[in-house]
């Protein structure tokens, strides 16, 4: 059976029944609905037209799309669409927060996501060995001025 959220469709088995297996069960089938077969000129019960009345469920599918961004400085945000319909639009969200949600889905996810994390946070620790340089030279410059 195939589902989408627009609509139900039922696909059917066309697999090829032995005759004898459909000649017993045909019969069978029709004796427990209170009908009784009815045959051609052949004397074979003749198919029955239309759909064929299934007990089984139809499941709904629901198509939610979650997009998560990352940049190279560690920033990440959410959008989250429901069908065509946008639920939620550049929420910005915790680095951390992205990795243990990827952890929690499947292990595929994560270990990408991991990466591009680790890289941005070796790029955030090169940026701020730069910075204390700089400020530990702007404070030589700053006690050089004041004696």
């Given at each position: 059976?195939?589902?989408d959220?627009?609509s ?5 088995d ?44 139809k ?89």
């Amino acid at each position: 059976m195939t589902v989408d959220a627009g609509s139900a469709t039922q696909e059917r088995d066309e697999t090829p029944v032995p005759q004898d297996a459909g000649q017993q069960e045909q019969p069978e089938r029709q004796e427990q609905s209170g009908q009784t077969p009815q045959t051609g000129q052949s004397g074979q019960p003749t198919p029955q037209r239309g759909k064929p009345k299934s007990s089984a469920r139809k499941t709904r599918t629901v198509v939610l799309t979650l997009t998560v961004t990352g940049t190279a400085d560690g920033e990440w945000q959410a959008e989250l669409k429901h069908g065509s319909k946008w639920v939620a639009k550049g929420l910005d969200i915790p680095a951390a927060a992205v990795s243990r949600a990827a952890k929690e889905l499947h292990e595929e996810l994560s270990v990408p996501i991991d990466e591009v994390i680790n890289e941005a946070r070796e790029q955030q620790q090169a940026k701020v060995a730069q910075l204390e340089a700089e400020l530990e030279r702007a404070k030589q410059a700053l006690a050089e001025l004041e004696d």
